[in-house]
């Protein structure tokens, strides 16, 4: 079986219900695909997540998913890493668009994934659609899984996707971002 991984903690602004009818639709659609939870369910820094990963929790019984759906719970860094690197496309489905500001973003960029998520609101260095993501509209389960069974099913195209994942990786960097920063302070201090 083919595997989407999604990564990091189930929060509301993080698309886990639209995911979850995602999945759904690609099973009824004869799509042979387990849903990977890679990571943590909740976390302590927000106290709704815990609300919000039993609404998913719910609708995963209430979709039928249970069967397809698998979550690892905390894994060790070495661990979240082989989890990642297993699934054969990761869904980040993001209700206020992709961002930088997402760890799992930049953890599936950094693992070379091909990703599927949903349109930046602002252009992101590095990433763009069908080159080193695949960008679905929020809030749209329909178009999300068509996005990820398009994904799974051409080998070519997830081959590039890992490509520009991987090439846009090396943009965010500590090296690239200590050099970014120094060009920002010289370019102040020269009165540039």
Not at 70 to 83: E, F
Not at 104 to 109: D, V
Request: hydrophobic share 45%; net charge negative.
């Amino acid at each position: 079986e083919l595997i989407v991984g999604y990564f990091g903690f189930l929060n509301l602004s993080k698309g886990g219900e639209v995911l979850m009818q995602a999945m759904k639709l690609l099973r009824d659609a004869g799509r042979s695909a387990r849903l990977l939870l890679v990571g943590g369910r909740t976390g302590t820094s927000d106290p709704t997540n815990a609300a919000y990963a039993s609404q998913v929790d719910a609708l995963i019984k209430i979709l039928d998913l249970q069967s397809q759906v698998t979550a690892t719970g905390y894994l060790d860094p070495a661990a979240a890493s082989r989890a990642l690197l297993a699934c054969d496309v990761i869904a980040l489905p993001y209700v206020d668009g992709a961002s930088l500001r997402r760890g799992s973003l930049m953890a599936a960029l950094a693992h070379g994934r091909p990703i599927v998520t949903t349109e930046p609101r602002y252009p992101i260095e590095g990433l763009s659609h069908a080159q080193s993501a695949w960008f679905v509209p929020p809030n749209d389960p329909a178009a999300l899984a068509a996005a990820i069974d398009e994904v799974l099913d051409k080998a070519e195209l997830r081959a590039q996707l890992e490509r520009g994942a991987a090439a846009a990786a090396r943009l965010y960097t500590w090296d690239q971002i200590a050099a970014r920063t120094m060009d920002v302070y010289e370019s102040v201090v020269s009165g540039a």
